[in-house]
């Protein structure tokens, strides 16, 4: 479930909204079972609300939207990529503090 400034990304949607664009969007590959994935889930709705104008951020439920997990080879979630120009730039692997998803945004973020 996304939170107010979280966005949902879909299969359908992922290459125009997040690939094809310009700004930079960090993403949570997730899934609804996935404890860890749960826990992440306040952080990401805090850091969405704290780097408004900075990144967009958004979640891609990988059971409903398989062909982007697999194309990026998410083998475990909770997954979380940075793309910038349609890269990924950053990308980190089962669930982490606040405090370590800014180390991961800040120098993309600030740049």
Known sequence: MAGQNTLTF???GFDQD???STCRFWVDFWAEWCG???QMAPTIDVVAGEYAGKVKVG????DS???TAM?????????LLLFKGGNVVEQRVGAIGKSEVQKMLDPHVQA
Do not use: H, M, Q
């Open 10 to 12: 879909t299969d359908a």
């Open 18 to 20: 997040v690939l094809r």
């Open 36 to 38: 860890p994935c749960r």
């Open 59 to 62: 979640k891609l439920d990988v």
């Open 65 to 67: 939207n398989g062909g």
């Open 71 to 79: 194309r990026y080879n998410v083998r475990g979630i909770p997954t």
